[in-house]
T-cell receptor, first 116, second 111 residues
């Protein structure tokens, strides 16, 4: 248990559906991240938020829309996804994200997404 | 960030020490060495990190060579629950938030 929770843990959706992934951290951190992990591939950073402001978008398609209402919550809104978007989506948090080199990221358990 | 090279897989007997090597020959002076692990279908878990000196915590020890071109993660008494993919990551100050995960080493602890 790292103090980062994600819901749902598993999600199956059609290409025309709209769904949202939720992440919550109970660590008092101020930076939150979304990562994507496809089968047999390394983790890919998608988005970074610092104090609710998006500071990094790693060329993610617009069908993925993040939202960070406060430093403890992070959402990933999904719409018109493709089957190749099926992956494990991981949320992480850390104390800071402005080159504070010793800050460590703590990951949630992930949401396993299947797009049919 | 410096590129790291790790063996694809390793085996270890339960109760024995697991020594996982990592080469980072192009590491620069302000880059830290981080280790994470990922148990199958779970989120990565932070293990340890260091700059120059050897480090130890409740999970593992990190040995960094004097020239900092390689390091070894040591799990002193491996258990079956230590079976996971272990990632060695080198981070520069300028990389800010970015953790660049490579392929890692699949460690299998056998009974």
């Amino acid at each position: 248990e790292t103090g980062v929770t994600q819901t749902p843990r598993h999600l199956v959706m059609g290409m025309t559906n709209k769904k949202s992934l939720k992440c919550e951290q109970h660590l008092g951190h101020n930076a939150m991240y979304w990562y994507k992990q496809s089968a047999k591939k390394p983790l890919e950073l998608m988005f970074v938020y610092n104090f609710k402001e998006q500071t990094e978008n790693n060329s993610v398609p617009s069908r993925f829309s993040p939202e960070c209402p406060n430093s403890s919550h992070l959402f990933l809104h999904l719409h018109t996804l493709q089957p190749e978007d099926s992956a494990l989506y991981l949320c992480a948090s850390s104390l800071a994200s402005w080159g504070t080199i010793q800050e460590t990221q703590y990951f949630g358990p992930g949401t396993r997404l299947l797009v049919l | 960030d410096a590129k790291t090279t790790q063996p694809t897989s390793m085996d270890c007997a339960e109760g024995r020490a697991a020594n996982l090597p990592c080469n980072h020959s192009t590491i620069s002076g302000n880059e830290y060495v981080y280790w994470y692990r990922q148990i199958h279908s779970q989120g990565p878990q932070y293990i340890i990190h260091g700059l120059k000196n050897n480090e130890t915590n409740e999970m593992a020890s990190l040995i960094i060579t004097e020239d900092r071109k390689s390091s070894t993660l040591i799990l002193p008494h491996a258990t079956l629950r230590d079976t996971a993919v272990y990632y060695c990551i080198v981070r520069a100050e300028t990389s800010g938030s970015r953790l660049t995960f490579g392929e890692g080493t699949q460690l299998t602890v056998n009974p």
